[in-house]
């Protein structure tokens, strides 16, 4: 369980000696319950992505709490809150952001490489969400050599890949056509129900925040909860 208690945050910008301070987040409250889908939608520029790096504990907020399952991250050092989303968070990105150079296999291995995961423990781990995610076919191709929905399944099989609770997914259909975004939010759905995973999408489309259990409308640094489900 996610809960976020009066979360503010400002940026200052402007020349040296110049700075004014733009508020961007002005005291959200927000929860996300285990299992769920949650959306937050906004304007681009409404502070979403700000809202998702403090979530995940990549930024530090100015004021307020960020508790997932009773542990206070915002109470956290840099080092513990990397290990902590190592552990706890999975992320899915417009843009896929997979490595280049690296094959679908080797890009899904790759967070339990990092986790010091047993070669022999990676292969046999990606070779069974490979099979489940339809991608075994394309294991050995490079991102390059992938369409763009076939690499977001790649992106959401490596997301899936340590297991984690949550997933934050950012704008994760953005790039795709219409047709594809389908695809992508009934596997997003079928995940849900089938492993329990809570999702966090951030997206500017009412059509993708509409998978959500729950929804929360960014506004001028407000978050406001309120939406219908509708499932596809
Ligand atoms: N590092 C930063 N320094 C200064 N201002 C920032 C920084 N990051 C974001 N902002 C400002 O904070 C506001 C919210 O940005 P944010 O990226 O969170 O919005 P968003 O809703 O995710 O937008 P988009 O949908 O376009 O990605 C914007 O006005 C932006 O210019």
């Given at each position: 369980m996610i809960e976020v208690k009066g979360l503010a945050h400002s940026f200052r910008v402007g020349k040296k000696g110049k700075e004014t301070e733009v508020p961007v987040l002005k005291g959200l409250t927000l929860q996300a319950a285990d299992g769920e889908i949650v959306s937050i939608v906004g304007r681009s520029g409404?502070?979403?992505?700000?809202?998702?790096?403090?979530?995940?504990?990549?930024?530090?907020?100015?004021?307020?709490?960020?508790?997932?399952?009773?542990?206070?991250?915002?109470?956290?050092?840099?080092?513990?809150?990397?290990?902590?989303?190592?552990?706890?968070?999975?992320?899915?990105?417009?843009?896929?952001?997979?490595?280049?150079?690296?094959?679908?296999?080797?890009?899904?291995?790759?967070?339990?490489?990092?986790?010091?995961?047993?070669?022999?423990?990676?292969?046999?781990?990606?070779?069974?969400?490979?099979?489940?995610?339809?991608?075994?076919?394309?294991?050995?191709?490079?991102?390059?050599?992938?369409s763009g929905g076939q690499q977001q399944r790649v992106g959401i099989a490596r997301a899936l890949i340590t297991e984690p609770p949550i997933i934050f997914a950012d704008e994760p259909t953005g790039s795709l056509d219409s047709e594809t975004e389908q695809d992508i939010l009934l596997l997003i759905q079928s995940l849900n129900r089938t492993y329990g995973i809570t999702f966090v999408i951030i997206t500017h489309d009412d059509e993708v925040a509409a998978i959500a259990d729950r929804t929360y409308r960014m506004h001028d640094g407000e978050l406001a909860e309120g939406g219908l489900r509708h499932v596809i």
């Open positions: 409404s502070g979403k992505s700000t809202l998702l790096h403090i979530l995940a504990g990549f930024l530090q907020p100015d004021s307020g709490r960020v508790l997932v399952d009773g542990t206070d991250l915002t109470a956290m050092n840099e080092a513990q809150r990397a290990a902590y989303r190592l552990d706890h968070f999975g992320f899915v990105f417009q843009n896929f952001q997979l490595m280049p150079g690296l094959t679908a296999f080797e890009n899904v291995e790759l967070p339990l490489t990092l986790k010091g995961v047993p070669a022999a423990e990676r292969r046999r781990k990606v070779e069974e969400l490979l099979e489940s995610t339809g991608l075994s076919d394309i294991r050995s191709h490079y991102p390059n050599e992938l």
